[in-house]
C-alpha cells in the first residue's frame, strides 16, 4: 500500500537519519559525489556538445546520480545478509567494496 507513512519511512532508511552511522556516512558521501561531478565534471559553457565524456547532459546526469548512488545502495545491504554466520564478516563483505567504490567513483573526478 503507497502511504505517506511508507513514503517517509523509506527516506528515512535511505539517508541513514534511522540511527544507523554507516549509512547516514554513506549517503552524505553519495551526495558529495553527485556535488564534485556537477561542479568540477561540467563546463556550462552554452556551446558545450561533451559533457565528461557523455554525449548528453542528461547521461552525465545519470551517471552522477546512479553510479554514485550504486555503493550507498550496497551500505543499505549491510545487516540484511548471512554470508558466513559471522556478523563481522558479512558486513565487511558488504561494507569494503561499497566503500571502495565510493572512493573509486570521487577518485576519478578528483584526480
Known amino acids: 500500500m503507497f502511504s505517506v507513512g511508507n513514503v517517509k519511512a523509506k527516506i528515512v532508511r535511505v539517508t541513514g537519519l534511522n540511527g544507523d552511522p554507516i549509512i547516514l556516512i554513506s549517503f552524505l558521501w553519495y551526495l558529495f ?17 561533451d559533457f565528461s565524456g557523455f554525449d548528453s547532459f542528461e547521461g552525465f546526469m545519470l551517471s552522477a546520480v546512479l553510479f554514485t548512488f550504486i555503493p ?3 551500505c543499505m545491504e549491510k545487516g540484511k545478509h548471512d554470508f558466513l554466520g559471522v556478523k563481522v564478516v558479512n558486513e565487511a563483505i558488504i561494507l569494503i567494496p561499497a566503500f571502495l567504490l565510493h572512493y573509486v567513483l570521487s577518485g576519478v573526478i578528483l584526480r
Open 33 to 49: 559525489n553527485v556535488y564534485i561531478h556537477v561542479s568540477h565534471g561540467l563546463s556550462f559553457d552554452s556551446d558545450t556538445k
Open 72 to 74: 550507498h545502495l550496497l
